[in-house]
C-alpha cells in the first residue's frame, strides 16, 4: 500500500508543480501532498491535509525561499 501511495503522490506532484503561482494554489498542493503522506505514514490524512495545506498557503508569508506570486 505505501508503494501505490508513493506513486500517487509523484504523480499529483508533478502535475501542481507547474501552477503554484497563488497562495491558494500552494495550499491546495499541500493539503493533497499532506494527506497523501499521512495516510501512507500510517497517520490520518485529514490532518495531514490541514497541516500541509496551512504550510502551502502561509509559505510566503514565512518568507520561504521560492515561494512567491506570480
Known amino acids: 500500500m ?12 508533478v502535475a501542481l ?3 503554484l503561482a497563488s497562495d491558494a494554489e500552494r495550499g491546495l498542493a499541500g493539503a493533497a501532498g499532506g494527506a ?3 495516510g501512507a505514514t500510517g497517520g ?7 497541516i500541509g ?3 502551502g498557503y502561509f509559505c510566503r ?4 525561499p521560492g515561494c512567491r506570486n506570480n
Open 36 to 38: 497523501v503522506i499521512g
Open 17 to 19: 508543480s507547474g501552477c
Open 53 to 55: 495545506g496551512a504550510a
Open 61 to 64: 508569508d514565512l518568507n520561504v
Open 44 to 50: 490520518s490524512p485529514l490532518t495531514g491535509a490541514v
Open 2 to 13: 505505501p508503494i501505490r501511495s508513493f506513486l500517487l503522490f509523484s504523480t499529483l506532484c
